[in-house]
């Protein structure tokens, strides 16, 4: 991706496509599929991160490389609070006991909470993503 618009045309598809895991999210939780929001919720931040760290120019093709990115870039900075930094690190731990873990269950209030947060969690990834157009 060499052209300023190809990247900003990727930026803005992870970005869509962590608005899209946000709403299924809250599909999955008016369906009563705790397991399945969690999912989605993980999704929701793990997608705006990469579209976040692609704003940079960074790219990863593993979970892994997103989250360790991710707290190089933004947390070890002072970028963004340290709360996020345990928030994104929680939520990838859920979605891999709930993916992985046979008989992982979530309390609603729990993922509701999560849910929650993930709300705000985008709008402070948000703020560092220029090239997305503002809705």
Known sequence: M??????????????????????????????????????????????AVSAALFERGKSFKKHSGVRSAFHREFIKTGLLSVKWSKFYDRLFEDRQEGDYIALTTFERPYVENQLAICREFHKQIRKFIQSIKTS
């Open 2 to 47: 060499n052209s300023q618009l190809e990247r900003s045309q990727l930026i803005q598809y992870w970005w869509s496509k962590a608005l899209d895991s946000l709403s299924s999210a809250e599909r999955e939780l008016k369906a009563d599929e705790l397991s399945f929001t969690m999912n989605r919720i993980y999704y929701a931040a793990f997608y």
